[in-house]
């Protein structure tokens, strides 16, 4: 099937001698005939010739190595300037087929075929290799399914799309795979650190890494998604109603009989659920390889400016000076310790790997009642307990209503916030600043003798009287 669509000359360009060349022309021809401003893809020739011209002129040929399948004339006859390269360049493209001429009156216009067009948009991908976006992927996925649950009749078709997306980022997750897989054994096979760093960088983090690859350990993750598309084509599967809007949509769609269609529907959401499901254990295995790829680099880093070029002739050379010296002029080392590279400081450990927290089930643990209502009672009783200076100033306001002044035996005390205020009103100085504006406001007198309070407490007894009234009551005694 795939020899019926391609011409069978197609790839000869790509596989000789000058296979560069070409691939530097084609690239610009894509940008040529998939430009979104072309209306008419019959692009005139002599548009085409001046676009092989302007590649040829980029890429500086200098040297051009004879074809199989020129002519003995082209052969023996090198190309002397870009004109006679482009029109050599443009001939072959036209006779291995990947371009085509249609005459109209006078001019001449080119195209590309269908097949041949698509091939090249999918060359053009793999040249370019772009980073992939997680949560874009996953955000696609779910959009589409909430309009196909949404709207099963109308807009039905678009559990086909996030089938198809779904598939495509479980392709690039392999493609993910094996690519660090390749640069891994690719790394492995050189010692040239300054080319292991490069293609480090060249490769991995330009080509392979995915654009929003360390959102993964961040709060945006965008498999956060994950489990609200599982929990939606779940309740999908056995909702009867839908399933079977679904099928009657896919069926004017894909103009299939009701069995084809409803075997369709259920593969599309078998397929997404696949997918969704195994993510964390390819994802785990990605960052396996990504951690032994980053440690051999890391390792390469580090030890790059101890590996350098001379150094063993140079040490010997210390050596030799060092042994024609007088051993009284070298200093005496008494602890090898103290020596920076055989000290177990200079010894470097490597990079431990972070191991992820197991996952726990969280349960909601029911207390006891007969617990909270004990807690409470405890809180009650604590604050009762509690000297607060605004109680205790109630209490006095509340023995000194209509009275000048208020003695001992006079005070009542009916419960146990009664008893606590009663005990720190002879004392309301030794409460310190946070009573001092009720401290100012009465006046304490204590006496010699003693009294027995509301049968509770004895204490020397005292009288406790306004400030402003104080004087009076004095003068008064």
Request: aromatic content about 8%; hydrophobic content about 35%.
């Amino acid at each position: 099937m795939l020899f019926n669509k391609l011409p069978d000359n197609l790839f000869m360009p790509l596989s000789g001698q000058n296979k560069q060349v070409y691939q530097a022309v084609l690239l610009s021809l894509a940008d040529l005939f998939f430009d979104e401003d072309l209306v008419d893809p019959f692009v005139p020739k002599d548009l085409v010739r001046s676009t092989i011209e302007g590649a040829v002129v980029r890429l500086g040929v200098r040297r051009w190595e004879p074809e199989e399948d020129d002519s003995e004339e082209e052969q023996q006859e090198l190309p002397r300037s870009t004109a006679e390269y482009t029109s050599r360049i443009y001939r072959r493209l036209v006779a291995t087929g990947w371009l085509e001429e249609e005459q109209r009156i006078y001019r001449t216009y080119v195209l590309l075929s269908p097949a041949n067009s698509f091939l090249l948009r999918t060359l053009v991908s793999i040249a370019n290799l772009e980073k992939r976006s997680y949560g874009g992927a996953v955000l696609n996925v779910l959009s589409s399914l909430e309009a196909a649950i949404n709207d099963p009749k109308g807009r039905g078709i678009t559990l086909s799309e996030a089938a198809q997306t779904a598939s495509d980022f479980s392709a690039h997750l392999t493609d993910m795979m094996l690519g660090l897989r390749e640069l891994k054994i690719n790394l492995s096979k050189t010692n040239n650190p300054q080319e292991i760093v490069r293609s480090f960088f060249d490769r991995f983090v330009e080509h392979i890494l995915v654009s929003d690859y360390k959102t993964l350990k961040t709060q945006n993750n965008p498999f956060r998604f994950r489990q609200q598309i599982l929990t939606m084509l779940r309740e999908l599967q056995f909702d009867t109603l839908k399933l079977e809007h679904l099928t009657v949509h896919y069926q004017q769609q894909y103009e299939a009989d009701i069995h084809e269609a409803e075997a369709k529907v259920h593969q599309h959401i078998n397929r997404i659920i696949r997918i969704f499901d195994s993510v964390d254990q390819r994802l785990a295995i990605i960052d396996d390889f990504r951690y032994r790829l980053e440690k051999r680099v890391s390792d390469t880093v580090r030890y790059m400016d101890k590996t350098t070029p001379g150094m063993a002739s140079r040490l010997s050379r210390v050596i030799s000076e060092v042994a024609q010296k007088d051993g009284r002029e070298i200093p005496r080392i008494g602890n090898l310790e103290s020596v920076g590279f055989i000290a177990p400081g200079s010894v470097r450990s490597p990079v431990k790997r972070r191991t992820p927290a197991e996952p726990t089930v969280i349960t909601k643990q029911e207390i006891d009642p007969k617990v909270l209502e004990l807690r409470r009672l405890f809180k009650e009783h604590k604050d009762r307990r509690t000297v607060k200076i605004d109680r205790i100033e109630a209490y006095l306001e509340r023995h000194l209503l209509g009275r000048d002044t208020v003695n001992a035996s006079d005070f009542c005390i009916e419960s146990i916030e009664d008893y606590i205020c009663f005990s720190y009103v002879r004392h309301l100085k030794s409460l310190g600043k946070k009573a001092r504006k009720t401290t100012d406001k009465y006046d304490i007198r204590m006496q010699d003798s003693y009294v027995s309070v509301a049968d509770m407490v004895e204490c020397r007894d005292f009288y406790v009287t306004r400030k402003d009234q104080s004087k009076e009551v004095s003068n008064a005694r």
